[in-house]
C-alpha cells in the first residue's frame, strides 16, 4: 500500500460525503419529517453519527497498529 490509513479514510470520506449528503437532504426533503421535533432529532442522530464514524477509523487505526505492534514484540 502506498498511502497511509490516514489519507486514504480521509479520501474515502471525501467521496462518500457528498453520498452521505444527498441521502440526508433526500430524507429530509421527503416529507417524512413532519414535526419540528422529528427534524430535531434526525439531526440530533445524523451529524454526532457522521462524526463518530469518521474517528471510529482512526481508533481502529490505533488498535490495529498497537495489535500488530505487540506481534512483532
Known amino acids: 500500500m502506498n498511502y497511509s490509513f490516514k489519507t486514504l479514510w480521509n479520501a474515502m470520506f471525501l467521496a462518500i460525503g457528498p453520498v452521505w449528503f444527498l441521502l440526508v437532504w433526500m430524507i429530509w426533503s421527503s416529507g417524512q419529517l413532519t414535526t ?4 430535531i432529532l434526525y439531526f440530533a442522530l ?3 453519527g457522521f462524526i463518530l464514524i469518521y474517528f471510529s477509523g482512526f481508533l481502529i487505526q490505533k488498535r490495529h497498529a498497537k495489535k500488530i505492534q505487540g506481534m512483532h514484540s
Open 46 to 48: 445524523i451529524i454526532p
Open 36 to 39: 419540528a421535533h422529528d427534524r
